[in-house]
């Protein structure tokens, strides 16, 4: 499991499950496309997300076909929702000037420009897209960083994982505002309950949207840190990056 994973800090437990996170995350997409009765296109998203990023960091800009199948892979890795054909209201010219500011910024800032190239692609009024949030924005970055793992449903209900963001596992997808009755009152199994919530510290505003800018970049940065310690314990063996941090813990919670 995830969480056994997450508490260990032997660079080989991450490394047996990362080699197994391309072949877990195959099957989980296939079983989400079967599951929600998808079309061919949404069946084949794996292959076609690997195939796009393989372009990048060469490949500057995105278009709406590719954002789209960006989407596909992201609704199929996790779960199918509705609210994601809002990514096809938007207009190809904007997904082209946004992304290709926001890559600019990755390239001349690096690890620096996480957070303005989120801001850019989610809620920069001038630049955000439809359907992007900041956590699906991650999926963008990490197109061109792999020290910016991709923040996906799961993370929501497995927060444990992070100490500090326990509380989230409250929320529930797309809450955009102050959580519902039904939302207050009828927890995800995981949700550690309000008393366990406050004893962690966690900042209470983020369990009305976990998908919001300040717990994503907690979640980048914790991941970071993992990955430089399981890098410095590595030696020879090589070093580790987030999004490797992102895909071992995946693949744990898939195996």
């Not at 970071?224 to 990056?241: H, N, P, W, Y």
């Amino acid at each position: 499991m995830a969480q056994a994973l997450w508490r260990s800090d032997d660079p080989a437990d991450y490394r047996l499950h990362l080699a197994h996170a391309e072949s877990t995350t195959l099957s989980r997409c296939k079983a989400a496309a079967e599951k929600s009765k998808a079309d061919s296109v949404q069946r084949k998203a794996h292959e076609r997300f690997v195939e796009l990023a393989g372009r990048f960091p060469e490949q500057t800009v995105l278009g709406l076909a590719e954002l789209k199948l960006l989407r596909d892979w992201k609704m199929t890795r996790n779960k199918w929702r509705p609210s994601g054909k809002l990514v096809d209201g938007n207009d190809d010219a904007r997904v082209r000037a946004s992304t290709e500011k926001a890559f600019a910024v990755l390239v001349k800032k690096g690890a620096a420009g996480i957070k303005l190239a989120i801001e850019i692609l989610a809620t920069n009024s001038a630049t955000k897209l439809r359907g992007i949030g900041p956590a699906t924005a991650t999926l963008l970055v990490a197109l061109v960083r792999s020290d910016c793992p991709f923040f996906g449903e799961r993370y929501r209900t497995h927060m444990h994982l992070l100490p500090t963001l326990v509380g989230i596992t409250m929320a529930y997808p797309n809450a955009t505002g102050p959580a519902t009755h039904h939302r207050r009152n009828h927890h995800h199994p995981t949700d550690p309950g309000e008393e366990a919530i406050k004893a962690t510290g966690v900042k209470q505003e983020w369990a009305s949207n976990p998908y919001a800018m300040a717990p994503v970049l907690e979640f980048n940065r914790r991941l970071v840190e993992k990955a430089a310690a399981l890098s410095g314990r590595a030696g020879v063996d090589g070093e580790f990056t987030a999004r490797d941090v992102e895909l071992a813990l995946f693949a744990a919670e898939h195996a």
